[in-house]
């Protein structure tokens, strides 16, 4: 949502893909990160209605498409894509997407999925973005490389980009600490830059906003400066 948030302002026109959240459910995370608001208080009424109202109505000046369904398959995807001709595509997320598999397994499933939406972002000249879950062994392990997504290498085959977002564990100093935590984004495959890039990201909990902490760039930047996926 943070990354789609930043393709409205740099005036894309998006379509997002959900096959978890309903519309609303993801009005409530774009409000906050929008307007730099604290999201509990909205839950909570704390925040003025006529901020809200003008945070909502410049909102609905992009061009945010969204079609919430959990039944969406691959090819569902390349018929809205067709039909509405977006700047940027959103799937949230690719394990989520409703392909039946028949008698193949699921990393069969999953290759063909992948498949689809490659030749879909190749025939459109689109980006097409999708979340993805890694396995939990190679997480903890911290070995991260795009072959490590559950259930599918061949993933790595297709993505022309590969970024993992991913908490680092920091080693106490003594045992009288706490372990401490910080998220981090890294680029672990890239056809049109250098790989390896690793960025310390701030995520703030409270209005959902991710920013850049090494060189106080917003996270809106830093989408800018990635090569086109």
């Known amino acids: 949502v943070n990354m789609a948030v930043n393709m409205l302002k740099a005036k894309k026109k998006v379509l997002y893909f959900s096959l978890e959240m309903s519309t609303s459910e993801l009005l409530d995370r774009f409000v906050p990160i929008y307007g730099n608001y604290n999201a509990r208080d909205i839950r909570e009424r704390a925040v003025q209605q006529d901020f809200l109202h003008g945070t909502v109505t410049e909102l609905k000046q992009f061009d945010l498409r969204v079609v919430w369904s959990g039944a969406i398959t691959s090819s569902d995807v390349a018929y809205e894509i067709t039909n509405q001709q977006p700047d940027v595509v959103m799937v949230d997320y690719l394990q989520r997407l409703n392909d039946d598999k028949g008698r193949d397994t699921e990393m069969e499933r999953l290759r063909d999925m992948v498949r689809k939406l490659k030749n879909c972002a190749m025939a459109n000249q689109i980006p097409i973005i999708t979340p993805v879950q890694i396995d939990k062994a190679s997480s903890k392990s911290g070995q991260?490389?795009?072959?490590?997504?559950?259930?599918?290498k061949d993933i790595a085959n297709e993505a022309d980009l590969a970024l993992y977002l991913y908490e680092k564990e920091n080693k106490r100093e003594s045992i009288n600490q706490t372990t401490s935590y910080e998220t981090r984004l890294r680029i672990v495959k890239a056809r049109h830059a250098m790989k390896g890039t690793d960025i310390k990201i701030n995520f703030d909990k409270y209005n959902l906003r991710m920013t850049d902490e090494n060189d106080g760039?917003?996270?809106?930047q830093i989408s800018r400066e990635l090569p086109p996926m």
């Not at 991260?144 to 599918?152: D, L, S, W």
């Open 144 to 152: 991260i490389r795009v072959e490590n997504v559950a259930g599918a």
């Open 217 to 220: 760039k917003d996270f809106e």
